[in-house]
């Protein structure tokens, strides 16, 4: 009998739920043809189960069997090569399948394919220990867990720390692999890791490497990372001045901090001049030079109770009151000299700078004022600061009063004109030490209330009200024990009069002559005022008889060459033509009146 040779893959690959297809290629010696092709597969318990059966008069699918309604063979045979589709393929689908073929004369021959399922599993999970974890303890302590769920085959997960995979160690590392196997047939597996961790361990990533097998290859997920809190003793302390942060200086609130350089739990105090403090923070408000000194920060392990110390030095910087020699208040004479000084102890350089009315008067410790006067009484103020430190200062102060007899400064105006009946505020300021005595008296030796008075800085400060009545003087007088000082206000009272404006007219034949004078108002003085009056008196009378005495010769035709009749070329004359034209400021009536006084009507013409 002739042999047949049969061809097939070792192995096909493909994910769950795909197709796959299993190609069986055979020769023989008879050729190809009327053969007949079988299509079995390999039981768990090693056994063939057939499932296909093919020859050239029938196909058959053996019933009852896992793949009776999942597989179909495509060719006949006569090409020498024959495919088996198995459809939604199983993780149940991973076995050996044969395809054995039979010739015409009884020759034989058979092939082996193994089918490969994969299955890509869930993203893997990691969760770290919530708890921390001791140096001191003497067995490796849990670090975390990694777990990948439904994977085919079962995934590999491996450890990592920092980039660097972990191995099992004794006594160090342990790493406890375990896996299950799900109701689907998929795997999942499980890592956990223990460590003997140290202090280093502190700051380390962990994390974990998950490897599994797909078609042609494999693939590879990570976890994130996590870190782990460690518990280590201090074998360090350090305190220190947490603020202010450079020199200190009374007054200031000092914060020292005192802390371990491990994380367990301990007992922290802070002692000075053996006093005790169990805080790691240490306040001193508003300090003092006292609180100068060493402090002294003590750490007890609350496990094995050992103890570790350090200290440090606070010194805290002061500056003592402004001392002023002479001291608060001097008297000096005018034309003294006067040296004075300003010191304050410090434990660092100072600065002194003396002031007047807030201008600076001295760059030096001293002050020295020559041929003192009014001018330079006052008062000083030394300040004394600290360059090295800000908002470091003291002040002094001294008061310096020159003694001498009484100046009253000169007001500016001390001639006036004021209405009557008005009000008028006189002030008046005086210099001198000691403070004089200030009085307000007139020309009469009336003495006026004084309505204000004041002492300041710069001397006494009076103030009176004159009612004006008349002309007045008034005197600001002032006195000391070293003498007196005055000085006088003159005040002129005026009034708003108007005079009337005078016209005077004359009637000669057809020509009339008219003077008209206007004077506008004026202020004219009180003083004044009754000689105007008589003046105008007579003025009118003057005017009266001269109008009398060109009547008188009118009459007897002595005026114009008059003899017997008079001719007159426009109108007739009234008896007493010679008339006064009276004008108001604010009227244009004009009232005529005759030298009888009788009331004539105002005509342009006469």
Not at 52 to 73: C, L, N
Not at 111 to 122: A, D, H, Q, S, W
Not at 290 to 299: I, N, P
Not at 307 to 325: C, G, K, Q, R
Request: aromatic share 6%; proline share 4%; net charge negative.
């Amino acid at each position: 009998w002739a042999d047949v040779q049969v061809n097939m893959e070792d192995r096909v690959e493909v994910f769950r739920g795909e197709t796959a297809q299993i190609a069986c290629m055979y020769t023989s010696a008879d050729g190809v043809g009327g053969m007949i092709i079988q299509w079995f597969y390999v039981t768990r318990s090693g056994e063939k189960q057939k499932i296909y059966y093919q020859d050239a008069t029938m196909k058959v699918v053996d019933r009852g069997t896992p793949f009776t309604e999942r597989i179909s063979v495509n060719g006949t045979g006569a090409t020498g090569e024959v495919v088996l589709t198995i459809s939604e393929v199983q993780i149940e689908d991973e076995l050996e399948f044969i395809c054995l073929i039979k010739s015409l004369t009884d020759g034989a021959g058979e092939g082996r394919t193994k089918l490969k399922v994969f299955e890509i599993p869930n993203l893997p999970t990691i969760e770290g220990v919530q708890t921390g974890i001791s140096v001191n303890k003497d067995s490796p302590s849990m670090i975390g867990t990694c777990e990948v769920k439904n994977g085919f085959p079962k995934p590999n997960i491996t450890w990592y720390r920092n980039n660097t995979p972990l191995r099992s160690a004794q006594d160090v590392v342990k790493i406890v692999p375990s896996s299950t196997t799900e109701s689907s047939g998929l795997f999942s597996a499980k890592s956990e890791l223990s460590l003997k961790v140290v202090k280093e361990d502190k700051d380390d990533r962990f994390y974990c490497e998950v490897t599994f097998f797909v078609p042609g290859g494999t693939r590879m997920t990570e976890t994130n990372r996590i870190n782990i809190t460690v518990y280590y003793p201090s074998t360090a302390v350090s305190v220190w001045v947490e603020s202010p942060k450079g020199k200190i200086k009374e007054g200031d609130s000092i914060v020292l901090r005192c802390h371990g350089n491990g994380n367990t739990p301990s007992l922290i105090s802070i002692m000075h001049d053996g006093k005790s403090l169990d805080n790691d923070v240490l306040v001193l408000k508003n300090a003092t030079r006292l609180h100068s000194g060493d402090y002294l920060c003590t750490s007890t392990d609350t496990d094995t109770f050992e103890e570790i110390s350090a200290n440090t030095s606070v010194f805290v910087n002061y500056l003592d009151p402004a001392m002023v020699m002479p001291n608060d208040v001097i008297v000096v004479n005018q034309g003294q000299k006067l040296n004075a000084t300003c010191n304050a102890s410090s434990t660092l350089q100072t600065h002194t700078v003396w002031f007047k009315d807030e201008k600076e008067v001295s760059k030096d410790q001293s002050l020295i004022l020559n041929n003192n006067t009014f001018d330079t009484a006052g008062t000083y103020v030394c300040v004394v600061t600290v360059p090295e430190i800000e908002g470091m200062e003291t002040r002094g102060t001294l008061h310096v009063n020159v003694q001498g007899p009484p100046e009253i400064m000169e007001p500016e105006n001390m001639e006036m004109e004021e209405s009557f009946q008005t009000t008028v505020d006189l002030s008046c300021k005086v210099r001198g030490f000691p403070a004089p005595s200030v009085t307000w008296t007139t020309s009469d030796g009336k003495v006026l209330k004084t309505a204000s008075q004041k002492e300041t800085e710069e001397g006494i400060w009076s103030e009176v009200s004159v009612k004006v009545t008349s002309d007045i003087t008034v005197f600001c007088n002032a006195s000391n024990d070293h003498g007196t000082d005055a000085v006088t206000f003159s005040i002129k009272a005026t009034t708003n009069t108007t005079t009337p404006a005078t016209t005077t007219s004359t009637t000669i034949f057809s020509a009339t002559v008219k003077a008209e004078t206007a004077i506008p108002p004026k202020k004219i003085k009180k003083e004044g005022s009754g000689v105007i009056i008589a003046v105008l008196i007579i003025c009118i009378l003057l005017l009266a008889i001269l109008g009398s005495v060109l009547y008188f010769l009118y009459k007897k035709g002595k005026i114009c060459g008059r003899s017997g009749k008079q001719e007159i070329t426009k109108e007739k004359s009234n008896k007493d033509n010679i008339v006064v034209e009276m004008k108001g400021d604010n009227t244009e009536e004009a009232v005529l009146l005759g030298v009888n006084g009788e009331k004539q009507p105002s005509n342009d013409q006469v």
